[in-house]
């Protein structure tokens, strides 16, 4: 087995010197980017969340050693394995990205990293506490079961987090047309981020779009609909502990408060904003009434502008 590298560690130098890049871009461009109190909750954030992969590594690294042994096929340190592995776990984050969008334990772990309302590359730091406790790790175990090593997995997976730095940012408009349509750039990724009801629940590709120009869950970036950032319910707090914990303590407080044992599954595993009574808005009732109030838009400028038109024929008409 080859000694392979942190592509993070490696990375961590050039993440520090684009972040103070693009703050002194800011600072003539678009100062409204930069909030210092939310950019300091980022930095807290991504230091927490290396602390807590530190201590869970070996945990995880252990468990995927122990799956590798049922490997259905030997697979080889050969460069082209590295490709495939790289393009399979893309595949894999998606499924886990998708997943912590729909369901609300994993969206627990993932919320962290969409708390933010401001978008810019140190939002790329704000990354989860909670990976372990809620089991993302369980999406890449069908790699471990086909033959990929465990160290070639975790370094083209460290890779996959490392390209998604850069996508992180509005300085950049959008890219060439061919890789618009087969990389995730920062256009598409501004989607993924926003809560305009038009983007929400999109674009979870980490490395490569096509994935949700596969499965239907492609939204692009309009000029006339900007991106507003964050989460449905805002937190209102740059308290980092807050930010790290709110959705789990706000499950704990629903499954307490649930009157029986199908409402306390549907609020651990439902989707985010799932209420037993309906009282709460999940993202599909969000989009769904945006929906209605565009159609109902549409339908009042059309009779409004078939009213004018007529009322502008009818001289000719009596004429």
């Given at each position: 087995?080859?000694?392979?590298p942190?592509?993070?560690?490696?990375?961590?130098?050039a993440f520090?010197a684009?972040?103070?890049?693009?703050?002194?871009?800011?600072?003539f461009?678009?100062?409204r980017?930069?909030?210092?109190?939310?950019?300091?909750?980022?930095l807290?954030l991504?230091?927490?969340?290396?602390?807590?992969?530190?201590l869970?590594?070996?945990?995880?690294f252990?468990l995927?050693?122990?799956v590798?042994?049922f490997?259905?096929?030997?697979?080889?340190?050969?460069?082209y394995?590295?490709?495939?592995a790289?393009?399979l776990?893309?595949l894999?984050?998606y499924?886990f990205?998708r997943?912590?969008h729909r369901?609300?334990?994993f969206?627990?772990?993932h919320v962290i990293?969409h708390s933010s309302?401001?978008?810019?590359?140190?939002?790329?730091?704000?990354?989860?506490?909670?990976?372990?406790?809620?089991?993302t790790?369980?999406?890449?175990?069908?790699?471990?079961?086909?033959?990929?090593?465990?160290?070639?997995v975790?370094f083209?997976?460290?890779?996959n987090l490392v390209?998604?730095?850069?996508?992180?940012t509005?300085?950049i408009?959008?890219m060439?047309r061919?890789?618009?349509?087969?990389?995730?750039t920062?256009?598409?990724?501004?989607v993924?981020?926003?809560?305009?009801p038009?983007?929400?629940?999109?674009?979870?590709a980490?490395?490569?779009?096509?994935?949700?120009r596969m499965?239907?869950t492609f939204v692009?970036?309009?000029?006339?609909?900007?991106p507003?950032y964050?989460i449905v319910r805002?937190?209102?707090?740059?308290?980092?502990?807050?930010?790290a914990?709110?959705e789990?303590?706000?499950i704990?407080?629903?499954v307490?408060?649930?009157?029986d044992?199908?409402?306390?599954?549907?609020?651990?595993?439902g989707?985010p904003?799932?209420?037993h009574?309906g009282s709460?808005d999940?993202?599909?009732?969000?989009?769904?009434?945006?929906?209605?109030?565009e159609?109902?838009?549409?339908?009042?400028?059309s009779?409004?502008?078939?009213?004018?038109?007529?009322?502008?024929e009818?001289?000719?008409?009596?004429?």
């Amino acid at each position: 087995m080859p000694n392979l590298p942190d592509p993070v560690d490696l990375a961590i130098p050039a993440f520090v010197a684009l972040v103070l890049a693009e703050m002194i871009a800011a600072r003539f461009r678009d100062r409204r980017r930069y909030c210092p109190k939310d950019t300091l909750t980022s930095l807290g954030l991504g230091l927490g969340s290396t602390v807590a992969g530190v201590l869970s590594a070996g945990l995880v690294f252990a468990l995927a050693v122990w799956v590798h042994q049922f490997a259905v096929f030997e697979i080889s340190w050969a460069w082209y394995w590295f490709v495939i592995a790289f393009v399979l776990d893309d595949l894999a984050y998606y499924v886990f990205h998708r997943s912590a969008h729909r369901v609300r334990w994993f969206w627990a772990s993932h919320v962290i990293h969409h708390s933010s309302q401001h978008y810019n590359l140190s939002t790329a730091l704000r990354q989860t506490w909670t990976g372990f406790f809620s089991a993302t790790f369980l999406f890449r175990l069908p790699l471990f079961l086909i033959g990929f090593p465990p160290a070639m997995v975790f370094f083209v997976a460290a890779l996959n987090l490392v390209y998604q730095f850069w996508i992180h940012t509005e300085t950049i408009g959008r890219m060439p047309r061919w890789f618009e349509a087969v990389m995730n750039t920062p256009s598409h990724h501004r989607v993924h981020h926003a809560t305009n009801p038009r983007y929400l629940d999109s674009n979870y590709a980490g490395v490569f779009i096509v994935w949700d120009r596969m499965f239907g869950t492609f939204v692009a970036e309009r000029d006339e609909d900007r991106p507003r950032y964050g989460i449905v319910r805002n937190l209102g707090s740059f308290n980092i502990l807050w930010a790290a914990f709110h959705e789990w303590i706000g499950i704990a407080r629903d499954v307490k408060a649930a009157p029986d044992w199908r409402a306390r599954t549907g609020y651990i595993f439902g989707p985010p904003g799932w209420s037993h009574d309906g009282s709460r808005d999940t993202s599909d009732t969000i989009r769904q009434k945006w929906r209605a109030r565009e159609e109902q838009g549409t339908w009042k400028r059309s009779t409004i502008s078939s009213s004018v038109a007529d009322r502008a024929e009818a001289p000719s008409r009596v004429a």
